[in-house]
Nanobody, 118 residues
């Protein structure tokens, strides 16, 4: 059973910061170390779009719209990943979903709302 637990969304003004956390606290560390992790954003009427990802080895990938503003990192000891979002813009608004790719399958969290006011 995979438990994708997200936290950290909220309401912030333009230029502010938020930190999203995604964890699977019940998994053993050696399994988590092999997971690829990602954050997606979805706005009403659109499909989920990749925002950032981090591979098991630590390589990161970002959507062009968030490069230099967002940073994704992983803490294997705590079995979690963090998405640090700085200089937020209204277009960053949406529901953010964490995805865990484990042993060929993808597991989704429930999503956390991020709202950036202008």
């Amino acid at each position: 059973q995979v438990h994708v637990m997200e936290s950290g969304g909220g309401l912030v003004q333009t230029g502010g910061s938020l930190r999203l956390t995604c964890a699977d606290p019940r998994v053993i560390t050696s399994v988590f170390r092999s997971d690829n992790m990602a954050w997606y954003r979805q706005v009403p009427g659109n499909s989920r779009q990749l925002v950032a990802s981090i591979a098991s080895g630590g390589d990161t990938n970002y959507a062009d719209s968030v490069k230099s503003r967002f940073t994704m990192s992983r803490d294997n000891a705590r079995k979690r990943v963090i998405l640090q979002m700085n200089n937020l813009k209204p277009e960053d608004t949406g529901v953010y979903y964490c995805a865990i790719e484990r042993r060929g399958s993808k597991y989704w969290g429930q999503g956390t709302q991020v709202t950036v006011s202008s």
